[in-house]
């Protein structure tokens, strides 16, 4: 019996870039309708956007989230019935919408206008609530835990993003994130660096966009998946439809368990990943922590060309 399982996985925020999809835009009919439908609903031409930039205003939540979402549902458009044959789908963090989406849990608009509501209420939260986060290299869990617990008189300060064993990102208020790097650096980080972002993502900052979010998700069709989904929150499989939407809301306070997800997964028997839109930044942290034998980034049209039926 064959106990090689596949994988699905979709980028989140960072993976942009200033071109992307255009190729398989200009190829579909398809890809351009589910681009006009998510530029009503912004009130920006996000195509523009993604292929001409400016660089800093892709970069912005608002525009990053969706673009990112376009560019990966782009990629299943194209493939139509030749998306490869998969055992689960995961994404990180807005990435878990187009996980949602190639399993048929959320329809392809659906997860569009999820997102777009997703990045504006967050980019308003970021507003309201300034904050900022860290990279932290080199340290457990449980030390980065402790950094922050030790930084919270200097305000609110948690793990956000377990992205590998070694590196762990940390979001919260300004100071406190400023405070709880350096405790990093003295308890033996090999790295704690502040990152460039609008906010305080998957933090208790996030609190606005999370209500908001939770009464957005009432109104729109959750269906039970065609293969499990590994969600962020719990890295662990959820099938339920109602657990779905709570995870979904729970998701934009809660840190992103990627590390843990990729753990299940290995466990799982997971040896070959397709990565599903821009950039390679799952695949990189996969081939350390899951030593896939294969590993696919599926992010232009030469890569589609070039991927080996596996029907």
Known sequence: MNMSRTVLFFPGQASQYVGMAKDLYENSVEVRHLYELASDEISVDIARLSFEGPADELKRTRFTQPAILLHSLAVLKILGDDVPDFDYAAGHSLGEYGALAVTGALSFEDAIRAVVKRAALMEEACQKNPGTMAAVMGLTPEQVQKTCDDALSAGVVVPANYNSEGQIVISGDIAAVEKAAELAKAAGAKRAMMLQVGGAF????????????????????????????????????????????????????????????????????????????PGKVLTGLAKREMQPQESVNLDTLTDIAAMAPTK
């Open 202 to 277: 998957h933090s208790p900052l996030m609190e606005p966009a999370r209500q908001g979010l939770e009464e957005f998700l009432r109104s729109i069709t959750i269906n039970r998946p065609s293969r499990p989904v590994i969600a962020n929150v719990t890295a662990e499989p959820v099938t339920e439809r109602e657990q779905i939407r709570a995870l979904l809301v729970k998701q934009v306070t809660s840190p992103v368990r990627w590390a843990q997800t990729m753990a299940y997964l290995r466990q799982a028997g997971v040896t070959r990943i397709y990565e599903i839109g």
